[in-house]
C-alpha cells in the first residue's frame, strides 16, 4: 500500500469509525499506540470540534449523519482506503486532495503549521457563526476538520499532512453531465492578477518552469451576464464573506469559478426573454450535495440572465494569515526586495487584509456585465 493508499485510509477511519468505542484490552491498547508511533503515513486523525461541524451539516445544511458518512464508505467488498480517490498534489501549498466515490466531497490536506493553527485557532469559531446565520454565503462549506492526535515518526518527519479539511464540491454533478454528453464544464480558480508573483514577473517567467506558472492563478477572459437582481446578490455575499475573512487577517483566498452551458432546448424553456427575475434565476436541476431544498443558489447554480449559462461560485483557500510566522518572514522577505532590488509592490500572499479585500471585490466586479431590463 502507497503513502496515497495510507493517508486517505487514516482519513476515512476517522469519518467513519471515530466515534466508535475503542478496545479496553491493555495489550490491545499498547499494540495500538506502538503501531501509531511508528507508522509513517497512516497517522491517528480525530475530528476537531465535531459537534460544531455536525450542527452546520445537520440544522444548516441539510445533511443527516447517516448520508454524510456513507459518502466515505467504500463500496461492498472494498478495502478502507478505496472510499477516498487521490486527485493528486496540487499547488504551492504541498495539499494533497481526495474525493469521495459519489464525488459529493473533497478532502484537502492542510500541511502547513501556520494555516492549520490559523484555522483552529483564530477563524474557526468566526467561521462556524458565520455559516450558520449566512445560509447563502459563499464561503466553501467545511464538513469538518481532522488532525493528528499523538506522536508518530510520519508527524515528526513531516511524510505524512497532519491536517485534513472535509469541504463540499462544488463540481460535484460533472461525471454524471459528462455521461449524458453535456457540455463540458469549465473552471477558473481567480485571484487578483495585479499583485507580484515572482515566479510570473521575475525575468518575464523565464527562471520557472511552466508546470509552476500553471499553478498560478487563473484568468477570466469574459463575463458573466447577471440582471440587476442577480449581480446585487452577489456582490453582497461577496462584502459579507470578505468582511469577515479581512477582520481575522486572512489574504490570498480566491473565487472558484464554475460554468455549464445551457443545452438549447432548456435555453428556450426556462430563460425566455420576458421572463421575471425570480425566473431567470432557474437552472438545471444540479443540487450540490449539502444544500436543502430551497431556490437555486450559487452553490447550486445561476442561470446566466442571456440564458446561455449556470454558474456556481464558491471562496476558497482562506487559511493565509498576516499575523502568522510564516506570512510575517515573507512579508519581510517581499518588503526587503522592494527596498533593495526591485520596486515590485507587494505579493496578494504580503498585502494587508484590507487592501486584498478591496482588490479581490474589484476583480470580482469585472467580472460581471449587468444585463438591463
Not at 1 to 10: K, L, N, V
Not at 126 to 153: E, K, N, W
Amino acid at each position: 500500500m502507497g503513502r496515497q493508499e495510507r493517508i486517505a485510509r487514516s482519513i476515512v477511519h476517522a469519518l467513519v469509525n471515530g466515534t466508535k468505542k475503542r478496545s479496553s484490552n491493555p495489550l490491545a491498547v499498547i499494540l495500538a499506540i506502538f503501531s501509531a508511533f511508528f507508522s509513517l503515513y497512516q497517522l491517528l486523525l480525530i475530528k476537531i470540534r465535531p459537534a460544531d461541524f455536525a450542527k452546520l451539516r445537520r440544522e444548516h445544511w441539510d445533511v443527516s449523519d447517516n448520508d454524510y458518512v456513507d459518502s466515505f464508505q467504500p463500496r461492498e467488498g472494498a478495502k478502507e482506503e478505496e472510499g477516498l480517490t487521490a486527485i493528486g498534489d496540487m499547488g504551492f501549498s504541498g495539499s494533497t486532495f481526495y474525493a469521495t466515490t459519489d464525488q459529493k466531497y473533497l478532502v484537502k490536506s492542510v500541511p502547513r503549521h501556520s494555516e492549520h493553527s490559523f484555522f483552529r485557532n483564530d477563524l474557526l469559531t468566526p467561521y462556524v457563526q458565520h455559516m450558520a446565520t449566512h445560509p447563502q454565503s459563499l464561503l466553501v462549506r467545511i464538513c469538518d476538520f481532522l488532525g493528528a492526535s499523538g506522536a508518530s515518526i510520519g508527524r515528526i518527519l513531516r511524510l505524512a499532512p497532519s491536517h485534513h479539511i472535509v469541504m463540499e464540491n462544488i463540481m460535484y454533478g460533472r461525471q454524471e453531465a459528462e455521461k449524458r454528453g453535456d457540455a463540458k464544464w469549465e473552471n477558473w480558480d481567480l485571484k487578483p492578477q495585479s499583485y507580484f508573483y515572482p515566479e510570473r514577473d521575475i525575468a518575464d517567467g523565464a527562471l520557472t518552469s511552466e508546470a509552476t506558472k500553471d499553478q498560478l492563478a487563473d484568468e477570466f477572459h469574459d463575463k458573466i451576464v447577471l440582471n440587476q437582481e442577480q449581480a446585487d446578490d452577489l456582490f453582497a455575499r461577496l462584502e459579507e464573506d470578505t468582511k469577515l475573512l479581512a477582520e481575522h487577517n486572512a489574504v490570498d483566498y480566491s473565487l472558484f469559478l464554475v460554468r455549464m452551458k445551457l443545452p438549447r432546448e432548456e435555453v428556450q424553456e426556462e430563460v425566455q426573454p420576458e421572463a421575471t427575475t425570480s425566473d431567470s434565476n432557474l437552472a438545471p436541476p444540479r443540487d450540490g450535495p449539502s444544500v436543502p431544498p430551497q431556490p437555486p443558489t450559487w452553490k447550486t447554480g445561476i442561470a446566466s440572465a442571456d440564458g446561455k449559462y449556470v454558474y456556481r461560485a464558491s471562496i476558497l483557500d482562506f487559511f493565509w494569515a498576516k499575523h502568522k510566522i510564516q506570512p510575517r518572514f515573507m512579508t519581510l522577505l517581499i518588503n526587503l526586495w522592494n527596498l533593495l532590488i526591485s520596486k515590485d509592490g507587494p505579493m496578494s500572499i504580503t498585502t494587508t487584509p484590507e487592501e486584498y479585500r478591496e482588490r479581490f471585490l474589484k476583480m470580482c466586479r469585472k467580472y460581471v456585465e449587468i444585463k438591463k431590463d
